[in-house]
């Protein structure tokens, strides 16, 4: 998509932005199974800390967490939450719950019913009401409030597949508007946001398409939820630029009013054989702790100027034994392995 070369150049001139964002987070969903392995973190000072303490330390406010409704391993359950969930609150930290609706990842590629879970329209809408209903009761219960539930995770595709596959627009609108009951029926005092999430935050024809698709359909309502949330990762290809990322959030803003938020991103510290090329303004970025923060700087002043522009989350910046985090760059996150603070965690503080 075409954009003035005076804004890609301010763009690429801007600083941090401070206050500017209610949300300064990180996805830390995998500090037990890193703690399970055997790792610790570190300060850049060398001191040994809990996780939560090091991201409160840093600037960051709220911390992202997915949850897996049967996972083989346990790993990432409702239990799991729930522990993780309780730490961050004594850290004082804020929690945005990522609800996958699948025993295992979701995203653009997989969408998996959960085993044992009916794939009629009828009963699934049931049963998808009933478990987010029954996930933010227990939540209630333990007495934590998340300040966020995403309704699904990278549903650009549909969601709960193949009843709520791209081509089944009615089902997914059914799906989504159970799903939002489920938050808005549950005990949770204060209500959370509630997200809708897609990938490729920056191309504005797929938004478009969706979100108009969806709301056309009947049974989802614009008052149904409350943020659009887009995941934003530079490393897929040339267009992911920030260019089009302001260019799509401005547009979702102006045609939807909905709180904004880049849900996940990354930036590396290493990436020598890229699977694709990068997009050109942001080709002067270094791959390095420095360039991480220069990257997060940008991201943040490009959602701090749309209206409506709330947060920016990095996906999972101490899950130091999966550092490439499923990208082709050989290490993303914001720990050096086995576990020591990098310097761009502190972009938060500056947010």
């Known amino acids: 998509m075409l954009f003035s070369g005076f804004l890609t150049l301010a763009a690429l001139a801007v600083g941090p932005v401070r206050g500017a964002l209610t949300y300064k987070g990180v996805d830390w969903s995998s500090v037990v199974v890193e703690e399970k392995a055997g790792r610790s973190y570190k300060t850049t000072s060398g001191q ?23 996972p083989s391993d346990g790993n990432y359950n409702l239990a799991y939450n729930l522990q993780i969930a309780k730490r961050a609150k004594a850290a004082g930290l804020g929690i945005y719950l990522n609800l996958h609706y699948s025993d295992t990842w979701a995203d653009p590629a997989h969408q998996t019913i959960p085993k044992g879970w009916p794939t009629d329209i009828d009963n699934l809408s049931w049963k998808l009401y009933n478990y987010t209903l029954d996930v933010s009761n227990q939540f ?20 709960l597949w193949p009843t709520g596959k ?51 359909q009947g049974p989802l309502s614009a008052s149904d939820f409350d943020m659009m949330g887009v995941s934003f990762y530079p490393f897929y290809g040339s267009s992911a630029s920030l260019a089009n990322l302001k260019t799509s959030l401005t547009n979702m803003a102006n045609k939807w009013g909905k709180e904004l938020v880049v849900a996940e991103t990354n930036w590396p510290t290493s990436c020598p054989s890229p699977a694709y090329a990068f ?18 700087q940008k991201v943040t002043a490009i959602v701090a100027g749309v209206k409506n522009g709330k947060g920016i989350f990095y996906w999972e910046p101490a899950w130091v034994d999966n550092a490439g985090l499923g990208s082709s760059c050989s290490s993303n996150t914001m720990f050096a392995y086995p576990g020591t603070e990098l310097s761009s965690l502190d972009v938060f503080n500056s947010m």
């Open 279 to 296: 997009p050109s303004d942001l080709k002067d970025i270094p791959f390095s702790a420095a360039g991480q923060t220069t990257f997060m």
């Open 166 to 216: 791209y081509d089944q627009l009615y089902n997914i609108a059914r799906l989504l508007n159970s799903a939002a009951y489920g938050v808005k029926d549950s005990k949770l005092s204060p209500k959370p946001k509630i997200m809708i999430h897609l990938d490729n935050g920056w191309d504005w024809s797929t938004q478009e398409w969706f979100y108009s698709s969806v709301l056309s």
């Open 140 to 159: 209630a219960a333990a007495g934590i409030t998340p300040s966020i539930i995403s309704i699904g995770n990278e549903i650009r595709g549909g969601f």
């Open 48 to 70: 040994t800390k809990p996780l939560e303490t090091i991201l409160k330390e840093s600037g960051v406010n709220t911390v992202r967490q997915r949850i897996w409704v049967n």
